[in-house]
């Protein structure tokens, strides 16, 4: 028999989630559209008779007989109030007594594609939100670099830019969970991680310019906030793909993001990826900063503890069905679109695989939309519901040769001290009713 564990209710997460399950009420009509273009799906001729009568589609509205707002009314947009439930959330049990040192999770359950919208993506902060004057900013280059240099915003995006696509995951993503799952929900689950078009320069780029002395092997970067963060990142994954970042899908950073600037270390740990960024500095040391000594460090169960712990693994969820979004109000028969999002720090997605009885047996799902190096990758799986119990789990694959461990496995290699860098296999049970839970699959 399968062992598995469950979350624990008594966890309180912020009110919403009510809200969310009403929310799932039009998924079943826009799954069978999707499967209508994937799959020949034959639509029962049941489902057009009801519609007859409808007031949503014989009544006029009045958003149809008035004018709507001017133009002049939102000069910057904002969504439509009826999507007022999809926020960022908080939980204490992540965060200081005052809310500064905190995290806000992504509600990755309503995403669609593999942006996240700005004012959605996830929040990790160490001491606020630092709002800072851009023409009060400055960026300073020292150590062993042929050149010292000290750069305006300005000057600073007078480099040739590149824009590229990345996720940004805090290694604690999931960490709560290593003993037991923690949270039924995914924002909570999951939500430490989000993924955007990130602008701005590479550093091999600015490196030409200054010359890096030849004994220069690890770069420290630091954050002008109350935190002052600071990471030593080693030399070749600087000149390889960090970059130094002012936009974000299209725009200036978000102050949550590290506006002005931030460093990107695409792949790597979100906590690497310093926010409202102010120095880096060239040394031929790592800098042991309190962030890699006392936090960000995995001591496993040898009883030794991993300090140069980089990439993040590769990684899936599945998004669709989830605890917000359950599939209580299907049918047995009903074709369902099963969803998710699938990630590595180490490379691109290669393939998802699916199972429907806790691992036994996996069947492949199909990556959909763009599927790019170190970036959120969408897979889909279209399944007939039969109302019967699931043990749901994904299994993503990429092309640097890893696949997601068991959770047993996980266990038997790194133990549960470790708060960061999970990526065993995840598991949702989905009831007989369609109601979905956070499992753990230990056996
Ligand atoms: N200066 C500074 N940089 C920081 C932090 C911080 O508190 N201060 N938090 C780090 C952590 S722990 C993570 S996981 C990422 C989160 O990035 P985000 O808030 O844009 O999601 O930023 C990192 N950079
Ligand atoms: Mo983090």
């Known amino acids: 028999m399968t062992k598995i564990s469950k979350a624990s209710e008594a966890e309180t997460i912020q009110s919403g989630r009510r809200d969310f399950f009403r929310k799932s009420a039009a998924f079943s009509v826009s799954a069978m559209a999707a499967a209508s273009v994937m799959a020949p799906v034959k639509i029962d001729a049941k489902e057009h008779k009801e519609l007859k009568g409808d007031p949503a589609i014989l009544e006029e509205k009045p958003w149809g007989t008035t004018f709507g707002y001017p133009v002049t009314h939102n000069l910057y947009g904002q969504p439509s109030p009826y999507e007022h439930n999809v926020t960022r959330r908080n939980t204490k049990l992540l965060s200081s007594g005052n809310w500064y040192a905190s995290i806000a999770m992504c509600p990755i ?15 990790r902060c160490h001491g606020g939100t630092a709002e800072i004057d851009p023409n009060e900013h400055r960026l300073m280059i020292h150590g062993l670099v042929e050149k010292t240099l000290v750069l305006t915003m300005d000057e600073l995006k007078r480099y040739p830019s590149v824009s590229r696509i990345h996720f940004i995951e805090c290694p604690a993503n999931g960490g709560p969970e290593w003993r037991n799952p923690q949270f039924p929900s995914i924002q909570f689950a999951k939500g430490m991680m989000s993924c955007a078009e990130w602008t701005g320069v590479y550093i091999k780029d600015i490196l ?7 004994n220069a ?9 109350n935190s002052h963060m600071g990471r030593t990142v080693p030399i070749d994954k ?3 793909d960090a970059m130094i970042v002012w936009g974000q899908n299209g725009e200036a950073l978000r102050p949550e993001q590290g506006y002005p600037i931030r460093l990107l270390v695409p792949g790597w740990e979100g906590n690497l990826c310093v926010k409202w960024l102010c120095r880096l500095e060239f040394a031929s040391e790592p800098y042991y900063a309190k962030e890699e000594t006392a936090k960000y460090t995995a001591l496993k169960k040898s009883g030794k503890a991993i300090q140069h712990f980089y990439a993040n693994e590769v990684n899936s969820v599945i998004t669709t069905p989830c605890p917000e979004k359950p599939w209580t109000d299907l049918k047995k028969g009903d074709i369902v679109e099963i969803e998710g999002l699938a990630w590595s720090g180490m490379g691109t997605i290669e393939g998802v695989d699916i199972s429907f009885d806790g691992g036994k047996n996996w069947v492949e799902a199909s990556l959909k939309g763009l599927v790019l190096p170190k970036a959120w990758t969408r897979f889909s799986y279209i399944y007939k519901y039969e109302g019967k119990p699931l043990l749901l789990s994904s299994r993503a694959r990429d092309n640097a040769g890893h696949i997601q461990p068991t959770v047993k496995h996980e266990r038997e290699v790194m133990g549960v001290e470790s708060v960061y860098h999970r990526n065993g296999i995840h598991t949702w049970e989905v009831t007989a009713k369609g109601e979905v839970n956070n499992v753990q699959v230990l056996s």
């Open 109 to 123: 359950q309503d995403m669609q594609g593999v942006i996240t919208p700005n004012g959605l993506f996830f929040s």
């Open 208 to 214: 030409k310019d200054l010359g890096l002395k030849p």
């Open 217 to 225: 092997r690890w770069m420290l970067a630091e954050g002008a906030d």
């Open 238 to 240: 600087v000149l390889d």
